[in-house]
C-alpha cells in the first residue's frame, strides 16, 4: 500500500534512469561541476552562478592541511596498523569532532541563534562574547594553532563579497574577532569552521549540515594521506609524537596478601 512506503526527496531510480532531484544524472554529468552537484544534492535546487563559485571556494578549502590534524594522523595509524583504504579514511573521520572540523556546526549555530536579534553586530557580538568568557567556554570557529590569519578565511570572505554573500552572519564573525582581541587582549582568528560557518549561514544552510561541508571537503584529503602512507611507508612505523614521558606508578608487584 502506498502509504506504507516510506518517502525520499534525494533522488529517484528506475532501470535505466537515475535522477538526483528531479535531474538526469547523464546531463548533470555533462553540465554540472562536481561542486554544483553537491549544492544540488544538499539544498535540492542548481546553484546560481554566486552560490556554485562560493560552494566550490568551500569544498577546496578545507581539502587538507598536511599530516599533523587529528583526522590525517588517525588516517595513517589506522592504514600502518595493516588496515585497508577505506577503514583508514573512516578512522580519520571518526577524528572530525568538535574542535576539528565540527566547530562549523556549532559556530553556525551560534551565529545563527545569535545574528536573529536586531541590535549592531558589535554590540551583538559584545553580549556573545561575555557570555560565553563568564561561562569558561570556547567560542568554536575562532582560533587557530597555526595561523594568526586562516588564508582560507581571508579568500572565502573575499569572495563572499564578491557573490553578495557577505551578510549578518560573516558580519557577526568579524564583529565577533574583534570583540575577542578587545576582551581577552590576543588575536583568536576565524579559522576556516568559522569561515565556513558564517558563508554557509549566508548562503542560507541549515547549521545541521555544518559538518557535513568539511566531511565532503576533507576526504579527498584523507584519501591521499591513506595511499601516500600505503605506498610509501613501512607498516606500523613510529607515527605520531614520541615525545612522551612515563609518569604512572613506580614499578610495584602483585603480591597475594
Ligand atoms: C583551534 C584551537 C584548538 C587552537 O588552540 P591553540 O592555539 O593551541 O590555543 P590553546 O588551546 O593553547 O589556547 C590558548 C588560549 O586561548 C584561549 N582560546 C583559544 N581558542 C579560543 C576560543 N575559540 N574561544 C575562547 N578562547 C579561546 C584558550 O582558552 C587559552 O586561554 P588561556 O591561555 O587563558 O588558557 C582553539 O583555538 C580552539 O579550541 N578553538 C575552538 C574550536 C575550533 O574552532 N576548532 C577549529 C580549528 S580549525
Known sequence: MAEDKWKTAITDIKKGE????????????????????VFLILKGELPTKEESEMMRAILVSSIDHGVTPPSALSTRT??????????????????????????IERCARILQDWAKRPDEASSVAKE?????????????????????????????????????FSGKHIKLAQAIEVEL???????????????????ISDMGFDWRLGKGFFLISRVPGLVAHAYEELTR???MRKLGDWNCEYD??????ITND
Open 233 to 235: 611507508e613501512k607498516p
Open 181 to 199: 582581541a578587545n576582551s581577552l587582549g590576543k588575536k583568536l582568528p576565524i579559522n576556516v569552521d568559522g569561515a565556513i560557518a558564517a558563508v
Open 248 to 253: 604512572g606508578p613506580k614499578e610495584r608487584k
Open 78 to 103: 589506522v592504514l600502518s596498523g595493516g588496515n585497508p583504504l577505506n577503514c583508514a579514511v573512516a578512522g580519520g573521520i571518526l577524528a572530525i569532532g568538535d574542535v576539528h572540523g565540527g566547530a
Open 18 to 37: 537515475i535522477r538526483v532531484r528531479g535531474y538526469d544524472i547523464q546531463e548533470m554529468m555533462e553540465k554540472l561541476s562536481f561542486s554544483d552537484a
Open 128 to 164: 556573545m562574547v561575555s557570555d560565553f568568557i563568564y561561562k569558561r567556554k570556547r567560542i568554536p570557529g575562532f582560533g587557530h594553532r597555526l595561523h594568526e590569519t586562516d588564508p582560507r578565511t581571508v579568500k572565502l570572505f573575499e569572495i563572499a563579497k564578491d557573490s553578495n
